[in-house]
Structures are given as C-alpha cells and as structure tokens.
C-alpha cells in the first residue's frame, strides 16, 4: 500500500555549505537553523539589493525515523521544486540529484537507508545562475532566487508500484464520451503473479464506470467507452472528475492513485481557439510566481490566491505561466475555478550548447508528465521564450511534446516575424504598439537613432500586427499573441495621472485589436504583477514595473481594463482612471477622462450638476465587450475652482454603481483587511493583510507615504519588514502560521490614523 507523508516542517538550513556537513550525522544547531517548507535561501528586500544575493550554495538537513516495517517497501523522497541544481544525500551517501528549480523529482532512498533508525537527510541547494541550467546561460527578466522553494513528501511504495497515469479524454463533445488510461508501473524485481488494474471513474462518491484489465508488461491502456451524463470542464463550470487506479495482485491492493481530471476539448484554429466548440476570445496575463521578500517561496494558499486574483478579481480566462512551470498548487487551482494555462518551459532567448538543449528537452517531458492530467492546461510552450529560431532543438521538442501528450496542441514563444513554425500555434509577443511614441520622437529629434520616420508607412497607433504579416505564410494558421505592453509603457501604481491613462489605454487598444480579429485566438498582456528582476532590467530598483497590479497584487488603473471586460452580472465596475485633481497632468486638467466601466452608461456629476451622460466609445473600440467611456471635455481653467464629481454608472436603466471623488480628499480611514481569517498550523500557512489608505468617500489615496509600523504576535509571524510605508496608496504583507495553534493579533499603527487591529485564527 502506498503511504505518503508530508515532509514539509522539521528541516535545518545553513545559508552556506561545507563538505563536513555531508557526514555529520545530527544537526548542528550552531550552524542550522530549524525552518519550514517551502522556503526562500534568503529573504531580500522590496527592491535596490544585488541579484547575486540569492546565488550561493546552502544546505538543507532533516532527520527521518524509517520504521523496521518500511522494509522490503521502495522509499522515495519527493521534491516539488529545488532551486536551481540539488544533490541529496542519506546518512553521508550520495542517494541522487537534479538539474533545474521548476520540475520536481524523487529521490531513492531504498538501498541506503537505515530501518528502524533514525536517517539523516542531506541537501546542498546550489542556487547560482549556473550556465549549464536553463534559463540561465545568458540574461534574463526576471530573478529565480533559491532554496527549496516547494513542497517535500515521502512515498513509501511496494517494490512494484503504479508510476504515472494519464487519462485521454475523447468524443468529448458527444454524449456517449470516452476514456483512455495510460496506466505507467515501475517494477523491481521479478513479479510472478499476475497483476490487475482496476480504474474507477467517480464525480464525488458516485461510482460512473470502473473497469479492470491484467497487465502484461509495465504499461496498460484501459479505456472506458459509452460515457453518458457527463459534465463538461469549462471556463464558467469547471466540473471536475476523479479516476481512481488500483493495482491488485490475487485480490491483494498493492496501490492506488487518485488522479483528478475533466473533460473538454481545447483547440486552436485558424479563425480563433475553441472550448467544447464554442469560440472564445482568450483575454489574459503573464504570471511570474514571484513575491517580495521571499521571492517563489511561497506556500499553497498564495499560489491559490493568484490563479483567484486572475479569474475572479481581473476577470481573465487565460494566463501564461511565464517562463516556466509553476507550483502545482497554482494550477490545481486553475482546473477548478477555469482558468486556462498556457505553460512553458524554463528559458528567455538564449539556446545554450548541445548539453544545456538536453537539458531543456527533459524540461518538456517533466512538465508534461507532471501536468498532463490539468483541464485548465490547452497549450504547451516548447520553445524557449524568444529564442531563435532552432530546427534541431524545436523539432526534438514538438515531437516529445506530440508523443507524451497527443491530446494538445503546442506552441512556442517567439518575438520576431517569419519565423520558422514547427508548432501547432504560432504564438508571438506582438510589441508593435508604441502608443505613436516612435513616431513622436522621431519628431522631436530628427536624429533620433533608432527610429526612421520616413521608412514607416504603417500606422503609428497600430495596436497588433496582421498574423500574415507576422507567419509570413499566405494562409491563416492557429495564431495568439502571448505578450504586448510591458517594456514598451512600465507603469508604477503611482505614476502621473497621464501616464497611468495611456497605460490603461494601450491595454485597451491591443485588447480591442485582439476582440476585433477572428484570426487571432487571443491576447496575453505583460504582465499580471510587478516583479523583481535582474539590474539588466526593469526601473534600477531591482523592479520591473510591467504589471497592471503591483508586486503585492495590487490594482494599478490598467488592472480595471480587465476586470470591466466582465459580464455585468458578474460584477458591475466603474473605475475613472484619475486622481482626481486639477494639477497632477501636465497643462493641468483631467481630460481626457478615461472610464472603465461595464455599464451600459454612465451620468458625470460636477459640483453636483448633472454634465449629462456619457456612453461607452463603441465607435474607436470595435472589438471590446466593453469599451471605455471617454469624457473629452469639462469645464473650468487653472484659476476656476475645483469640484467633488460623481460618476453613477447605470444597467438596464437603473442605477447600479456610484463613485465619488473628492475636491479635497483627506485622510480618514486606515482600512486593513485581510485575504482569509482562518489558517492552519499543521504546515507553513500564509495570508495576505491589505493597507489601504482612504478618504472621505472611500477612495485611496494615492500620494500619502503615510510610515507604519506592524507587530504581529500570537500563532503567526509577519513576512518582510515590520516598517512599512504605502505605496500609491496602498501596501500588503503576508503572515505566516508558525505551526501553533490559536490567534494572531495584527496591528498596524501609524500617525495619521488610529491604530487598527485584526485577528486571524490559526487551527
Ligand atoms: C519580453 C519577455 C518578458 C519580459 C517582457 C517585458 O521580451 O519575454 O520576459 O521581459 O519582454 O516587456
């Protein structure tokens, strides 16, 4: 019988390694020090520290009682992610070791280990950017930090055990569907009796088929055929099955695996991607799985809250798990609330030596046997992100890819025109909008370097380009854009009320593009969040402010561009991309005021008089469900005074939404909420508390640097400094259970405001 144990709490680290640590056969507490998974090699600054800080070599040591039962049995240790090269050792002796900080891999532990003992476990985590590992060998965009960043576990198996299962969906859009299991077994040893599989197909406790079949070698197909009634998995219903696998031998259990799946059918095609044959417009983000301070390391109720912040927060049905395959977590979430993946594997433009493309095919087979069975997943990458073109390496990949999982598609990120298409989507970052800025300097300096106005003939408010002129084929092919924006218009939270307005609008405008073209499947923006990255890159902050939400996965103005694409009986918003002053943009003045709204109409109240209503710009965004209002003219000059407005946002003709902004807003509120108030002590635990600071009508504040300070006592302890300052207004941290049970008391005290209090509940 398979047992699997948590391995999470009960770990040492020492940030640094010497080859006496191997030996030594219990933990020195003068050099180690007790830790929980998962976790950061080092806890860094917000932003301005040195992206070596994470590069070094540490270790890892946890002791581990093997029972005289276990015996006879295989015993494997389970690493979900070590960053970036691991060697492991048991009781002083090599037992294994893996390349590469986003796949997982099991460690043997058999031979070596000590039963009925106690067990010493060793790991050197060698996190340097080492140049024989992707993504590393040249630069990249982003920081992978170090440690071992995701979850431990111990499985403890029969000598013949059940390796890897694989479920097929098929006619999926009939109703009788079908099933096939690729049933995957490791055995040692010799096995004489016959084995049995048994595969259960259950929603909840019903039973819906179960089919049994002798296995022969060590692999089985087991295929279940005549499926009625099934549910599909879809972005609005994301209706989930289980297949149960039992291996049997003369009626004895000797495993058994529960793998969760759904049932859909994702295609991409010429004229758009299909989901269980409807057309859908793809409208998502980038995601880096980056966090302030403690970079990846960040426990399973965070990874959750992301894929929720995506789809429910933003409103989004897809995102792309830029550069790399992220936490299982993130995407056990998205198969159930229905967000799409496009997953990739770890890369950014450079294609190393014969070695190194060794290297990045494994990748490919690990992450699709880790997540081939995720309903969420329609595409995998199997190209390094903007890499060349490469025949012989992208032609390993989409074979590998094709072969280990027939039932989708790929593609591969590319940034540049005409390149050589091996996948089945041609998936291109598509920066051509400029919002006119080229031609605008070219302008202003007719030596501008890179820029020749007088060779461009094309549009200079072009948002995306033609997929023609993109493929160079003269037919249409399966096509999405999976990058836009990002360097092209960094934006901070706090940024000049223009700049934050033509970041909202060069969201629109490639959106809008994307809504109007049937023969582009859909458009990726970059990014989701702020993330941290290397001084190659980004504001010099060690930040590149790319994100329509912070770093804490908070709001910017272009966050709003999505979220009001939803359906209003979702959620009605109305967001005025303005602070709401006479002064912030140059020349003075608010216009043009740009609305983000999914009202039908909105009336504009100034100084309490009605200026009349305004509706959505149907008429420059062709392609958005939901275009902007765009209010081009108010009133009044530098000199005039200045008014409260109000901005009520109607729905089938009655008032469904209200904002008021103030003529004169002061500091009134100091609101501090937290994502979830009831955590669990057993493991590392996190939730995230919310700052915000607001004023007389509820509105943030985005120019108060308002200092705080933060203590957190009881079961929890707080993650990064307790001296905050807010951030355009707002800040988050994150709290982590310290595996006692009870309450942890918040408080954040600050002059400005009374001191406020929350309590969390740690069981
Ligand atoms: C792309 C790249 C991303 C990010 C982005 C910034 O070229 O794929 O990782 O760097 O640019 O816009």
Known sequence: MRMIQSMNNEWF???????????????????????????????????????????????????????????????????EGVMTYAKVYLNGQFVGEHKGGYTPFSIDLTEKAMYGQKNIITVIVDSTERPDIPPFGGFIDYLTFGGIYREVSLRVVEQVFIHDVFIKTYDVLSNKKRIEIDLMLTKNGHQEEPLIATCTLKQGDEVIQEVSKTIENNQVTI???????????????????????????????????????????????????????????????????????????????????????????????????????????????????????????????????????????????????????????????????????????????????????????????????????????????????????????????????????????????????????????????????????????????????????????????????????????????????????????????????????????????????????KDPTEEIVLEPVTYWSRGDRSMGGVVPLVILTNCDYIEFYYGGASKGKYYPDKESFTGLPHPPVIIDELSGHWGSRWDDVSFVGYHNEKEVIRRTLSRSPVPVELEVIADDDLLFAKEKDVTRVVVKALDQHGNLMPFLTNPMVVKVEGAGELIGPNHLALIGGSIAFWVQTTGDKGNIQIQVASERFATQEITIKVE
């Not at 640094?16 to 998974?37: A, K, M, W």
């Not at 976790?39 to 890892?60: G, R």
């Not at 072969?403 to 291109?428: A, C, H, I, N, W």
Request: aromatic share 12%; proline share 4%.
């Open 223 to 565: 295929s279940m055929t005549d499926l009625e009634n099934i549910a599909l998995w879809d972005i609005k219903n994301p209706c989930l099955y289980h297949m149960e696998v039992q291996l049997a031998s003369q009626d004895q259990e000797i495993d058994r695996v529960v793998e969760r799946f759904g049932f859909r059918e994702a295609i991409f095609k010429a004229d758009g991607f299909y989901l269980n044959g409807e057309n859908i417009k793809l409208i998502g983000l980038n995601r880096h799985q980056a966090y302030p301070y403690v970079g990846y390391a960040m426990p399973k109720r965070a990874q959750q809250k992301d894929a929720d912040i995506l789809k429910n927060e933003l409103g989004l049905n897809i995102v792309r798990t830029s550069h790399y395959p992220q936490s299982k977590h993130f995407l056990e979430r998205c198969d159930e609330i229905g967000l799409l993946v496009f997953e990739e594997i770890p890369g950014w433009q450079h294609i190393g030596g014969k070695e190194w493309q060794d290297q990045a095919v494994k990748d490919v087979e690990k992450m699709i046997i880790r997540d081939r069975n995720h309903p969420s997943i329609i595409i995998w990458g199997v190209r390094i992100n903007e890499s060349g073109d490469h025949h012989e390496l992208y032609t390993r990949t989409n074979e590998l890819a094709r072969k280990l999982d027939p039932t989708r598609q790929t593609g591969g990120v590319r940034y540049f025109e005409k390149s050589e298409f091996l996948e089945d989507v041609y998936t291109m970052n598509d920066f051509i909008h400029d919002g006119g800025l080229r031609k605008e300097l070219a302008r202003k300096t007719k030596n501008f370097s890179t820029y020749d106005a007088t060779e461009d003939t094309q549009d200079d408010m072009i948002a995306l380009r033609d997929q023609k002129q993109v493929t160079g084929l003269d037919y249409a092919v399966p096509y999405m854009v999976t990058e836009y924006n990002g360097h092209m218009y960094p934006t901070k939270k706090f940024d000049q009320e223009e700049r934050v307005m033509e970041h909202v609008l060069r969201h629109v405008r490639v959106q809008d593009a994307s809504f109007a073209d049937d023969e582009i499947s859909g458009a990726i923006g970059w990014c989701a969040f702020d993330y941290n990255t290397h001084a190659d890159f980004g504001s010099g902050d060690k930040i590149c402010y790319h994100g329509v939400m912070d770093m804490y996965r908070l709001p910017k103005f272009a966050s709003y561009v999505y979220r009001s694409q």
């Open 13 to 79: 680290y020492a940030p640094q390694f010497s080859e006496e640590y191997i030996n030594q056969d219990r933990v020195d507490l003068n050099i180690f020090q007790p830790i929980r998974l998962p976790h950061t090699n080092i806890e860094l600054p917000y932003n301005y520290f040195h992206d070596e800080d994470f590069q070094f070599i540490s270790c890892y040591k946890r002791e581990l009682e093997i029972p005289k039962e276990y015996e006879g049995k295989r015993i494997y240790l389970d690493f």
